[in-house]
Structures are given as C-alpha cells and as structure tokens.
C-alpha cells in the first residue's frame, strides 16, 4: 500500500494570511491562540498582523517567543502552553520554530511524552510498529512559514536538540503535520541573502530526492518536478534582489512547500544545502532506477546531454551552479 499525505489545509498566495486565520473563528469556532516564535520575530513586529487578526476574530491569544529547536525551550513553551490552554496553536517562523511548536503540541497534548523515547521508537516515518499518540484533541495546529526551504508547514518531522546530553532527536509521524499551513509570501519577503540561497537549496535537495526516491509516486512526482523548476528559474532573483522581486519570493515559498509535501510523502531523510550533489552521485551510483529517475529530472529542468551519463552530469553541473550562485560552499 502507498500513501498520500498533506495538512488538511493549505492556503497560499500573498496576503492569504487573514482569510486563513478568519476561518479560525468563522469555521472551526476557536477561541484561545497560543503563537509560537522566536525572539527576532517577536521584537521585529512580524507577528503583529496575526495578533490583530485575531483581535478582529475575538479570539485571545498569547505569545511564546522562546521558540527554538531543543529540549530546554521545547519543555519552556510546554509549561507556559498548558497554564493557557489553548484550542489552536499558531508556529510562526522558519523550520526551527515550526520544529519546537510541533514538540509543543506533543507535550501539550501529552503531558507524560518523553521526546526522547518518542524519537526512538518514531525515527523513520516508513516503518512504524506501533501508533503515535494522537494529536489534535485539545489544540488545532496552524503553521505560517517565515522561510523557504525546510517546508515544515507541511512535513510530519520536528528536529529537537538535547543540549546537555549534545543529541539530536527526530521524530516523525504523520499526527506532527500541521492541519492548516499559511504559504503566506508576506512572511518570506525578507529573508536574509544567506538564508535564502541555503533554505532554497535544501528545497531543490528535497525536490529532486523525492522524484528519485523508492517511495515516489505519481502524486509525488508533480509537486517534486514543478518545484525544482520553479527553484531553478526564482532563487536566483530571490536570492539577489529579495522583497523587491516579490514574484520570485512567492514562486519560492510555493516551491518550499510543494518541495516539502513531496519530500514527506516519500522518506527521506534531512539534508543540507552542501551536500545535496554528493547524495545524488552516491543514490545514482549504488540504485539503477535512482539514477533513471534524476535522469528523467533533468531533462524536465531543461539539462538535455547526448546521452544518459551526460545529461546526469549535466545535471549535477546546474545543480553546483545554482549552489555557487547563493553563495554555498560545496562539502
């Protein structure tokens, strides 16, 4: 049996963000919104526009501007979450925050979840033994992504750091996938340079890896390819002219998303943004089918050799390209 998910719900378009967030109190009958996001964000005003949305909707709210992906800040946002009691959760911010909101939402709807057991026991998304506890009985989970890259708005994985023991525990499981994500462009529009080129290139990494990979399918595979397009044809303006190339910001974080609901219906691990070319020679080398399928990728991007091995490395070559582009040093 294959499967296909995604969030219940997934606005986008710039400034879609109100008519989503309507729909929290319109719809769903919300009344308490606790907002998740760290403190650049929080002293920068970007959550102000969500807090008078919600005043406009008559539903209270409160901020947690401590978000980051460990353990420490993770068990901070619990214990304030639960004095709230909120009915819907609001992430705000890159894939980090998104991150620790999700191990929020565990906590707060499990108050006796050991992350790290759960990161043993739920670790790979393809092989699961025994159910996740559900989530979604006290809270409704709202993702608005900041950046564009990691596409958590959309993926059932939450990345948190144990400082103190210095380990990195993933947990993955279809209960983390927001049930509404906001692909608000608004909130991308100034993104720093370096973290556009980086979170752009982890978007193609997921892309590309998530055509070739074991698990794709043809419900995959259109998001996969039209996302790696669209970050070959926009990251380069995005990454040198940001908010005043507006088109390619919301042509990236639709990519960012579409590259993520992909991504996560097929398996794969993280990466980063240095080493996608190395996974991609090392899938092609040791998977016949693997390098087919990037094979096929490339001449949808337009990278046509006179043969196979050409247009792979051509591939690979556009790929380095773009990477050097955005300022990316090559592992």
Not at 32 to 51: C, H, M, Q, R, W
Not at 274 to 287: G, L, Q, R, Y
């Amino acid at each position: 049996m294959l499967w296909f998910r995604a969030p219940e719900k997934v606005y986008f378009k710039k400034g879609s963000m109100p008519v989503a967030l309507d729909e929290l109190g319109t719809v769903l009958n919300k009344k308490k919104a606790f907002i998740i996001t760290d403190s650049f964000l929080y002293k920068n005003g970007n959550i102000k526009p969500v807090e008078e949305k919600l005043d406009t909707a008559k539903i209270q709210h409160i901020a947690f501007f401590n978000a980051q992906p460990t353990l420490v800040a993770v068990r901070e946002g619990a214990a304030q979450i639960r004095l709230f009691e909120p009915d819907v959760i609001i992430a705000l911010g890159g894939g980090s925050v998104i991150d620790a909101a999700k191990a929020i939402w565990v906590l707060y709807e499990h108050p006796e979840a050991d992350f790290e057991d759960l990161a043993k026991r739920f670790s790979d998304i393809s092989k699961r033994e025994e159910q996740f506890p559900k989530l979604g009985a006290k809270a409704y989970f709202v993702a608005i992504p900041t950046s564009s890259g990691t596409g958590s708005e959309v993926t059932p994985y939450s990345v948190i750091t144990d400082e103190e023991k210095q380990v990195q525990y993933t947990v993955a499981d279809y209960e983390l996938l927001p049930n509404m994500a906001i692909v608000d462009a608004d909130y991308s529009m100034n993104q720093p340079k370096e973290l556009t080129g980086k979170s752009g290139i982890v978007a193609l990494a997921h892309a590309i890896l998530a055509y070739a990979g074991q698990q794709a399918t043809e419900y995959t595979d259109g998001f996969a390819l039209n996302a790696a397009k669209d970050i070959f044809d926009y990251l380069p303006s995005a990454y040198e002219n940001g908010a005043d190339d507006p088109t390619a910001r919301e042509k990236m974080a639709n990519a960012s998303a579409m590259a993520g609901i992909a991504f996560a219906n097929v398996a794969y691990e993280e990466v980063n943004a240095s080493d996608i070319t190395n996974i991609i020679k090392a899938n092609a080398e040791s998977d016949k089918n693997a390098f087919e399928r990037y094979v096929e990728c490339a001449k949808f991007l337009g990278f046509i050799g006179s043969d196979k091995n050409d247009t792979f490395d051509r591939l690979i070559a556009a790929i380095e390209e773009l990477q050097n582009q955005c300022g990316i040093v090559k592992d």
